[in-house]
T-cell receptor
Framework: SAVISQKPSRDICQRGTSLTIQCQVD?????MFWYRQQPGQSLTLIAT?????????ESGFVIDKFPISRPNLTFSTLTVSNMSPEDSSIYLC?????????????FGPGTRLTVL | GQQLNQSPQSMFIQEGEDVSMNCTSS?????WLWYKQDPGEGPVLLIA?????ELTSNGRLTAQFGITRKDSFLNISASIPSDVGIYFC???????????FGKGTKLSVKP
């Protein structure tokens, strides 16, 4: 499986500011995704990061709040904009297997965000 | 939308005991995945299932893809303290490979 890293691993931010989270993969991957895991909860898909085009957002998530970039097949960023305490969560990127392989998704270590 | 019902929500067992957890849905899934998440870490893939009826093992772990494609179970045999964590099932059935996650089963093991 691919080796996935995320930066930062954790951060404490002030209300109203923005934070950009980076996800780096050690090999080219077809699919990259961003998830949110609120405290004590399961994972919820925010969006699919599409290389060369706008991300595809799930219901309840919008580009103005969570802008996403994917400039190439190994890197993506998620920005949490105009943060409020309700945005305190773990943010996880995941990658899908190469086209033609299985449907597994592999996760990065996550970014633990606390908004004061 | 699609939802997964995962049970039990939590389990407290003695070391050496076997564990069983399951996920059910009213929707059909094409793939079932089982993950384990340790505190402060991302979920780690344990087992992937692709065919209805498929039974797959990974060491002391065994998982099955239900014949109706609406459920899956995970068994852990002879539990050990490092099995402690949260186990998530995830089903794949939507477009673009969107995973739907269960709410997780928190496993505690007493030495």
């Amino acid at each position: 499986s691919a080796v996935i890293s995320q930066k930062p691993s954790r951060d404490i931010c002030q209300r109203g500011t923005s934070l950009t989270i980076q996800c780096q993969v050690d090999s080219q991957v077809t699919m990259m995704f961003w998830y949110r895991q609120q405290p004590g909860q399961s994972l919820t898909l925010i969006a699919t990061a599409n290389q060369g085009s706008e991300a595809t957002y799930e219901s309840g998530f919008v580009i103005d709040k969570f802008p996403i970039s994917r400039p190439n097949l190994t890197f993506s960023t998620l920005t949490v904009s105009n943060m409020s305490p309700e945005d305190s969560s773990i943010y996880l990127c995941s990658v899908g297997a190469r086209a033609g392989a299985g449907n597994e998704q592999f996760f990065g270590p996550g970014t633990r965000l606390t908004v004061l | 939308g699609q939802q997964l019902n995962q049970s039990p929500q939590s389990m407290f067992i003695q070391e050496g005991e076997d564990v069983s957890m399951n996920c059910t849905s009213s929707s059909i899934f094409n793939t079932w995945l089982w993950y384990k998440q340790d505190p402060g870490e991302g979920p780690v893939l344990l087992i992937a299932l692709y065919k209805a009826g498929e039974l797959t093992s990974n060491g002391r772990l065994t998982a099955q893809f239900g014949i109706t494609r609406k459920d899956s179970f995970l068994n852990i045999s002879a539990s050990i303290p490092s099995d402690v964590g949260i186990y998530f099932c995830a089903g794949l059935g939507g477009s673009q490979g969107n995973l739907i996650f269960g709410k997780g089963t928190k496993l505690s093991v007493k030495p």
